[in-house]
């Protein structure tokens, strides 16, 4: 897991599009936040303040909102499920904890079922799920 102790901001490359990406820095345990569907990553600003400097918080915004590029092609679950690997290996992070909140939940939990030895955990904010729709 990359170490990085100060707070970096940027662009990160991903099929023909780019996705704005804030990391907070510091040794704390990962924590990636995922948007409410038409959400930006600035939502996530108090819960990162009251959490505090313990955490290394990672925020994005998905494809085609906030600060994040524009893609030629509509951009589907599996791509922001998808874009989650990218995020993860550009700030070197390894087993975070996934934050997801409405349509970020699914998100989280559909990437951490797929990969279950690189997630800490999920939790899971306002996401809505029938019983057994995270099932094999």
Do not use: C, K
């Amino acid at each position: 897991m990359t170490n990085v102790n100060s707070t970096w901001t940027g662009m990160v490359p991903v099929d023909d599009t780019a996705l704005a990406v804030t990391d907070t820095g510091g040794p704390g345990r990962p924590v990636v936040y995922l948007n409410g569907q038409f959400a930006t990553q600035s939502y996530w600003r108090r819960v990162i303040a009251e959490l505090g400097s313990g955490y290394r918080h990672i925020t994005y915004d998905m494809r085609a909102r906030g600060r994040s590029r524009r893609s030629a092609t509509a951009a589907s679950f599996e791509t922001h499920v998808r874009d989650v690997d990218t995020v993860l290996a550009a700030r070197g992070v390894d087993r975070p904890l996934l934050v997801g909140w409405s349509y970020g939940a699914p998100v989280a939990l559909h990437w951490a079922g797929r990969n279950p030895g690189r997630v800490l955990g999920v939790v899971s904010v306002d996401g809505s799920y029938p019983h057994g729709w995270t099932e094999s």
